[in-house]
C-alpha cells in the first residue's frame, strides 16, 4: 500500500514542489497542512485540484489538537516538516511570528509525532521518519576563503529568522536523543525556480525588472550565496526520506556561488534576451540601496555526504535553472499579479521605502 505522508507548509514555495513530485510521481499519498500565510498561496497546487490522494488542511502547526487529529485520522508513515516562515528582512522587522512558527509551532509538531509514534506497531515504528527541512544559514558567515559548511560545522546563526531555524533544528535533535523519534534533518542553500515568492532575491528582481522599477541591490551586492535549484532541493529530500538514517544530518548544495552583483548581472543579461526593455539593458536599473542589519557575508554548502552516502546530485546549472525561472515568470503573470496584493505592496513599502 502507498505511504501516507502529513507535510506542513504544502503551499509554500518548495513545499509544493515536494507534494507536486510526490504525487507525479504516485510515490505517496499527501495531507498538507498549510496555515496559508500571505506566502502560502493554493494556486501552487494548482495541478493537483482533482487528485483524491492530495488533501489540503487549512489549519496551524501550533494548533496541537488539530495535528494529532490529522495523525490520528490519516496514520502517516512520515512528518515532512517545511512550514516556517522563511525570510530574513521580515524576521528583523517582527521576529515574533518567526518564534512562534520556527521554534514553538516545530515543537507542538514534534510533541504531537512523539504520541503518535509511540502508538504505532513495531514495523510501522521503525519505518516512522520525521523529516525537518532547514537552512544553511543555522552556521552563521563564512570568510571568502573558508571552507564550505559541512554537517560537523558550528551553529552560529545571526538573524532572527536562522535563530529561530537553528531553535527547532535543536529541537528536532534533542527528540531523537532524548525518546529516539527517528529523525532527519536536512540544511540546504538557497533555493530558486518558479512559484518562489516575489520577495526573495531572484523573483523580486525579475518582478521588479518587468515592471520597470529599481534593481535594490544591499550594501556593494558582494554577499554571496549558493544557489540549488528547488527541483534539486525536492530529489535530495525525497532521496533523505528513503534512504537516510535516523538522527542523521545533511546538507544540500547546488555548488553554485555567486556574489548577489553577479547573479543579478546575469539574470540581466536573461531578461535583455527575454524581456528587452525600451529603456536600455536592465542591468542600468541596479541600484545599491542600505544594506540588510547584520547580513551575512557568504554561505556555501558541501554536499559530499548527500552524493557520497546517498548518490544525490543535482541535475541543473544555474544557467539553464535561471533561463527557465526567467521564463516561467514571463509566463506567468497572472500568478505575480495575484501575490502582489495590498500585503505584498505593503511590504515593499516598508522594506525598500527608506533604504
Ligand atoms: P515559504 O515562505 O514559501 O512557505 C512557507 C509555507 O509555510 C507557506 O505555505 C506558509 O503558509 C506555511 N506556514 C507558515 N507558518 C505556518 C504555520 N504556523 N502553520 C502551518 N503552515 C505555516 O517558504 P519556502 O521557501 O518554501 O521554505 C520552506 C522551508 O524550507 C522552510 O522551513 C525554510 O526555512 C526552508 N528553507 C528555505 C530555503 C529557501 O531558499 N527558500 C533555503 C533553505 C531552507
Ligand atoms: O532586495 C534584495 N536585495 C538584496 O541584495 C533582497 C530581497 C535580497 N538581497 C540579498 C540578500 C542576500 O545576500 O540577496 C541575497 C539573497 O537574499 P534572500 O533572497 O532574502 O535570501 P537569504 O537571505 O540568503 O535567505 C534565503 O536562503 C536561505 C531564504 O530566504 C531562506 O529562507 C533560506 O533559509
Same mark, same amino acid.
Given at each position: 500500500?502507498?505511504?501516507?505522508?502529513?507535510?506542513?507548509?504544502?503551499?509554500?514555495?518548495?513545499?509544493?514542489?515536494?507534494?507536486?513530485?510526490?504525487?507525479?510521481?504516485?510515490? %505517496? #499519498?499527501?495531507?498538507?497542512?498549510?496555515?496559508?500565510?500571505?506566502?502560502?498561496?493554493?494556486?501552487?497546487?494548482?495541478?493537483?485540484?482533482?487528485? @483524491?490522494?492530495?488533501?489540503?488542511?487549512?489549519?496551524? /502547526?501550533?494548533?496541537?489538537?488539530?495535528?494529532?487529529?490529522?495523525?490520528?485520522?490519516?496514520?502517516?508513515?512520515?512528518? !515532512?516538516?517545511?512550514?516556517?516562515?522563511?525570510?530574513?528582512?521580515?524576521?528583523?522587522? +517582527?521576529?515574533?511570528?518567526?518564534?512562534? *512558527?520556527?521554534?514553538?509551532?516545530?515543537?507542538?509538531?514534534?510533541?504531537?509525532?512523539?504520541?503518535?509514534?509511540?502508538?504505532?506497531? $513495531?514495523?510501522?515504528?521503525?519505518?516512522?521518519?520525521?523529516?525537518?527541512?532547514? =537552512?544553511?544559514?543555522?552556521?552563521?558567515?563564512?570568510?571568502?576563503?573558508?571552507?564550505?559548511?559541512?554537517?560537523?560545522?558550528?551553529? +552560529? @546563526?545571526?538573524?532572527?529568522?536562522?535563530?529561530?531555524?537553528?531553535?527547532?533544528?535543536?529541537?528536532? #535533535?534533542?527528540?531523537?536523543?532524548?525518546?529516539?523519534?527517528?529523525?532527519?534533518?536536512?540544511?540546504?542553500?538557497?533555493?530558486?525556480?518558479?512559484?518562489?515568492?516575489?520577495?526573495?532575491? /531572484?523573483?523580486?528582481?525579475?518582478?521588479?525588472? !518587468?515592471?520597470?522599477?529599481?534593481?535594490?541591490?544591499?550594501?556593494?551586492?558582494?554577499?554571496?550565496? +549558493?544557489?540549488?535549484?528547488?527541483?534539486?532541493?525536492?530529489?535530495?529530500?525525497?532521496?533523505?526520506?528513503?534512504?537516510? #538514517? $535516523?538522527? &542523521? =544530518?545533511?546538507?544540500?548544495?547546488?555548488?553554485?556561488?555567486? *556574489?548577489?552583483?553577479?547573479?543579478?548581472?546575469?539574470?540581466?543579461?536573461?531578461?535583455?534576451?527575454?524581456?528587452?526593455?525600451?529603456?536600455?539593458?536592465?542591468?542600468?536599473?541596479? =541600484?545599491?540601496? =542600505?544594506?540588510?542589519?547584520?547580513?551575512?557575508?557568504?554561505? %556555501?554548502?558541501?554536499? %559530499?555526504?548527500?552524493?557520497?552516502?546517498?548518490?544525490?546530485?543535482?541535475?541543473?546549472?544555474? &544557467?539553464?535553472?535561471? &533561463? +527557465?525561472?526567467?521564463?516561467?515568470?514571463?509566463?506567468?503573470?497572472?500568478?505575480?499579479?495575484?501575490?502582489?496584493?495590498?500585503?505584498? #505592496?505593503?511590504?515593499?513599502?516598508?522594506?525598500?521605502?527608506?533604504?
Amino acid at each position: 500500500m502507498k505511504p501516507t505522508y502529513l507535510v506542513t507548509g504544502g503551499a509554500g514555495f518548495i513545499g509544493s514542489w515536494f507534494v507536486t513530485a510526490m504525487r507525479q510521481s504516485r510515490t %505517496a #499519498r499527501i495531507v498538507n497542512l498549510d496555515a496559508l500565510t500571505y506566502a502560502g498561496n493554493p494556486d501552487n497546487l494548482a495541478e493537483l485540484q482533482n487528485d @483524491p490522494d492530495h488533501i489540503l488542511v487549512h489549519g496551524n /502547526i501550533n494548533d496541537g489538537e488539530l495535528v494529532a487529529r490529522l495523525l490520528a485520522e490519516h496514520r502517516p508513515d512520515a512528518v !515532512v516538516h517545511f512550514a516556517a516562515e522563511s525570510h530574513v528582512d521580515r524576521s528583523i522587522l +517582527d521576529p515574533d511570528a518567526f518564534i512562534r *512558527t520556527n521554534v514553538l509551532g516545530t515543537g507542538v509538531l514534534l510533541g504531537a509525532a512523539l504520541r503518535y509514534w509511540n502508538g504505532l506497531p $513495531a514495523g510501522r515504528k521503525d519505518r516512522f521518519r520525521f523529516l525537518h527541512v532547514s =537552512t544553511d544559514e543555522v552556521f552563521g558567515s563564512l570568510g571568502p576563503q573558508d571552507p564550505p559548511f559541512t554537517e560537523s560545522t558550528p551553529y +552560529d @546563526p545571526k538573524s532572527p529568522y536562522s535563530a529561530s531555524k537553528a531553535g527547532s533544528d535543536h529541537l528536532v #535533535r534533542a527528540f531523537f536523543a532524548t525518546y529516539g523519534l527517528p529523525v532527519l534533518v536536512t540544511n540546504c542553500s538557497n533555493n530558486y525556480g518558479p512559484r518562489q515568492f516575489p520577495e526573495k532575491l /531572484i523573483p523580486l528582481m525579475i518582478c521588479n525588472a !518587468v515592471s520597470g522599477k529599481p534593481l535594490p541591490l544591499y550594501g556593494k551586492g558582494e554577499n554571496v550565496r +549558493d544557489w540549488l535549484h528547488v527541483e534539486d532541493h525536492c530529489a535530495a529530500i525525497a532521496l533523505v526520506l528513503e534512504k537516510g #538514517r $535516523a538522527g &542523521e =544530518t545533511y546538507l544540500i548544495g547546488g555548488k553554485a556561488e555567486r *556574489t548577489n552583483l553577479d547573479l543579478v548581472t546575469s539574470l540581466c543579461a536573461v531578461l535583455d534576451r527575454l524581456a528587452p526593455s525600451n529603456a536600455g539593458p536592465h542591468a542600468n536599473a541596479i =541600484t545599491f540601496v =542600505t544594506d540588510r542589519p547584520g547580513h551575512d557575508l557568504r554561505y %556555501a554548502v558541501s554536499p %559530499a555526504k548527500i552524493e557520497r552516502d546517498l548518490g544525490w546530485t543535482p541535475k541543473h546549472t544555474l &544557467e539553464t535553472g535561471l &533561463e +527557465d525561472t526567467v521564463r516561467w515568470y514571463l509566463a506567468n503573470a497572472d500568478w505575480v499579479r495575484r501575490v502582489q496584493d495590498g500585503t505584498y #505592496r505593503r511590504w515593499m513599502e516598508i522594506n525598500y521605502a527608506k533604504r
